[in-house]
């Protein structure tokens, strides 16, 4: 899910995220995940990202689950971040590894043990993402983390290497749930085995994203298919502009209003939503 950010640049427009949910649930999407990448939640303070947190959870009123991404630079935020996701009544928490730093294995573990056990009642996901975060969740950390987490639900996996996501996917007990986050191979990463899709573009144009999801899951494969062929043609488009600006232009076209992106990074002002269009008319 995107989020809505003010004129300051820097503070969350609380008042727009129900009109976003409304949007998203309306439009028949399966849960949120909230301030993960594409919602800037590392952009923000962790009070605000609070606000933004509990005001979701309001908005949704319970019709659809509600993924709060936890995940900070620190151990301690994190875990500030975790026992407030219980207080207003979350239903997971997830963490990406920390990011820009290298940290080793068994660090990477106690984090995740650390995090996990502020909220034991909870589900609590790990989130992989090394593109960006630079330390990754590889089989031999999972297995251990299914090990040492009693609350361990499962694993949002955002890389791009289909053999690396097989891997993956394998070491994920039939217990836990495996979320496929790279959308050019989400159809194959379901067909593999993943039970289900977390999708940065879906926040703005979530009508492929729950077809093809709908499609495969009653064996449509043709039309799954068709699916995933719109999607890699949308992201074609998408590839040419600043992607968290071009997916909040759209959402602000589409009479979403979310603002801009959290400055450095810029608005754009291409008309991306009109070549989504073209796109999605063929």
Known sequence: MAT????????VATEQIAPLVDFLVERQVGGLFVGGTTGEGV???????KRLHAETVAATEKRIPVLIHVGTNTTRQSFDLAVHA???GADATVCVT????????DSLVSYFKTIAAATPDLPFLVYDIPQFANNTISPALLARLVDEIPNLAGVKCSIGDGQAIRRLIDATPDSMLFLAGNESIMLGSLAMGAHGAISGLSTAVP???VGLIDAFSNGRMQEAQNWARTINRLLNVLGNYPRIGAIKQILNKRGVTVGDPVPPRGRVEAPVWEQFLTVLSK
Do not use: K, M, T
């Not at 809505?4 to 503070?11: A, L, M, N, T």
């Not at 920390?98 to 294995?105: E, I, L, T």
């Open 4 to 11: 809505p950010i003010d004129q300051s640049g820097y503070r």
């Open 43 to 49: 952009l923000l303070s962790v009070e605000e990202r």
């Open 86 to 88: 219980a207080e207003i």
């Open 98 to 105: 920390p990011y820009f730093y290298p940290v080793d294995a």
């Open 207 to 209: 009508e492929p994203f």
